[in-house]
């Protein structure tokens, strides 16, 4: 794990989304992994930037989000789908139809999971994946206890997960009880990841994933086993974190 510590959560989302734009210079067809959730926000809103002002360019991008609430239609205010669009799809030249998050409606939401892990091999693979991390640890709506192993499935969302996302609803009882999300096997074929995380109520969860033992307790923690991973942390979400860390990332230069 690469782990850089930033003073503050906007040159955290600044460098994650760095860290994107590069993946996209590199490889115009590349295949991007999204998340939803508000730590995520400054990084999509510095890609919106870099579109507009530098022209990165989206037009051939194929991506594919972590995870979708079970019953929400996609033009349902809280489904992931719209907070995608109202926050980022609609803002860059990302072609709607090369757009994929999980299929929360699905009559036969397992035939819908495996043809979602079907459809990213089919392109190749996820060549980076960016990713929150719950109070709790979770990675997507992998919960504690998940399979280190998963595939996308549909997860029962904890007691602390509905909690932590009804600040978006109108009151707790609206907050679906389950969720299609990728598993922790899919995330973890992701040629590269990025884990962000920003804010006081991350620090345990920052500690367990990056200085923690490897347990499906804390999912996040087997990101430790992932050849490429990138954890990126601001001031406060690293002070339970007990080595210190870079403020940049590793640069390798041949004198
Ligand atoms: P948050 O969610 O970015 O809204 O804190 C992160 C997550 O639960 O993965």
Do not use: W
Not at 52 to 59: A, H, I, K, M, Q
Not at 69 to 86: C, I, K, N, T
Not at 119 to 142: E, P, R, T, V, Y
């Amino acid at each position: 794990m690469e782990v850089v510590m930033k003073p503050d959560e906007q040159s955290m989302s600044l460098m994650a989304a760095a860290t994107i734009a590069d993946v996209i210079r590199r490889k115009p067809r590349a295949v991007l992994g999204f998340a939803t959730g508000s730590t995520p926000l400054g990084t999509y809103g510095e890609l919106i930037r870099m579109h507009r002002e530098e022209g990165l360019d989206f037009s051939q991008i194929v991506s594919f989000n972590l995870d979708e609430y079970v019953g929400l239609a996609p033009s349902h205010p809280q489904s992931y789908r719209r907070f995608m669009e109202d926050n980022f799809f609609n803002h860059i030249n990302l072609r709607p139809e090369n757009t994929n998050l999980p299929d929360g409606m699905a009559d036969d939401i397992e035939a819908a999971c495996r043809a979602y892990e079907a459809k990213i091999a089919s392109f190749g693979g996820i060549d980076i994946q960016l990713l929150g991390i719950g109070a709790n640890g979770h990675i997507a709506f992998n919960e504690p206890s998940s399979s280190l192993g998963s595939r996308t499935r549909v997860k029962t969302l904890s007691d602390k997960t509905r909690k932590d996302n009804s600040r978006f609803f109108a009151n707790a009882a609206e907050v679906p009880r389950y969720a299609v999300t990728m598993g922790i096997g899919t995330i973890m074929e992701a040629r590269e990841v990025v884990l962000i995380a920003g804010g006081a109520s991350k620090a345990d969860a920052v500690a367990a994933a990056v200085e923690g033992p490897i347990t499906a307790m804390c999912p996040a923690t087997a990101l430790q086993l992932h050849p490429h991973a990138l954890v990126i942390v601001d001031r406060e979400a690293a002070t339970g974190l007990r080595y210190s860390y870079p403020s940049e990332r590793l640069k390798v230069t041949k004198d």
